[in-house]
Antibody
Framework: QVQLVQSGAEVKKPGASVKVSCKTS????????ISWVRRAPGQGLEWMGW????????IYAQKFQGRVTMATDTSTSTAYLELMSLRSDDTAIYYC????????????WGQGTLVTVSS | SYVLTQPPSVSVAPGKTATITCGGD??????VHWYQQTPGQAPVLVIY???DRPSGIPERFSGSNSGNTATLTISRVEAGDEADYFC????????????FGGGTKLTVL
């Protein structure tokens, strides 16, 4: 069965960076892209971007451009999200999700990684 | 940018039918996906491409999309259906980006 296992919770200070990993299994990694989504306390779902797992294509939400980097490692079927210059309002649960591409749904989700930004 | 509008909350008695709407400009021209998120859990896809149900999702969940409104309908509501529900589309005006509705909290009375 498809599984996405994310790295553990992180506590960061304002201005720092965080890197979240998402290890996949149960399907062929390079056939489906990965979207990253976050949910801040009391807020809804917010899409951060999408990365192809078979090419260098990426789409970053405008809000995060310049501050986010998405990457993949096909040798370990793992996707990565790095968010820089953290602020307190970046405190959220970050999710990865299998997402074949444009117009496709986000089929399967990781369990989420809590990132807390606090001084 | 494209905006999806959902009611913040919907309440329904057990055994009744819940209807959750998702409004957007000519949303019928787009494919709408729906997600269920219970407290402490990751979102789960419950309806994709307006009307299709993934394997394992009960037939009680159904979707429609017409005009400016997409609708998620949950029949014979159970206590376990209490959750936040989000609609989602891809906005292809400019860059292709994912847009989520603000979410609807379904309360089972």
């Amino acid at each position: 069965q498809v599984q996405l296992v994310q790295s553990g919770a992180e506590v960061k200070k304002p201005g720092a960076s965080v890197k979240v990993s998402c290890k996949t299994s149960g399907y062929t990694f390079t056939t489906h892209g990965i979207s990253w989504v976050r949910r801040a306390p009391g807020q809804g779902l917010e899409w951060m971007g999408w990365i192809s797992t078979s090419s260098s294509n990426k789409i970053y939400a405008q809000k995060f451009q310049g501050r986010v980097t998405m990457a993949t490692d096909t040798s370990t079927s793992t996707a990565y999200l790095e968010l820089m210059s953290l602020r307190s309002d970046d405190t959220a649960i970050y999710y990865c999700a299998v997402n074949a591409g444009t117009y496709f749904p986000l089929d399967f989700w990781g369990q989420g990684t809590l990132v807390t930004v606090s001084s | 940018s494209y905006v999806l509008t959902q009611p913040p909350s919907v309440s329904v008695a057990p055994g009744k039918t819940a209807t959750i709407t998702c409004g957007g400009d000519n949303i019928a021209s787009k494919s709408v996906h729906w997600y269920q998120q219970t407290p402490g859990q990751a979102p789960v896809l419950v309806i994709y491409y307006n009307t299709d149900r993934p394997s394992g999702i009960p037939e009680r969940f159904s979707g429609s999309n017409s005009g400016n409104t997409a609708t998620l309908t949950i029949s014979r509501v159970e206590a376990g259906d209490e959750a936040d529900y989000f609609c989602q589309v891809w906005d292809s005006t400019g860059d292709h980006v994912v847009v989520f509705g603000g979410g609807t909290k379904l309360t089972v009375l």
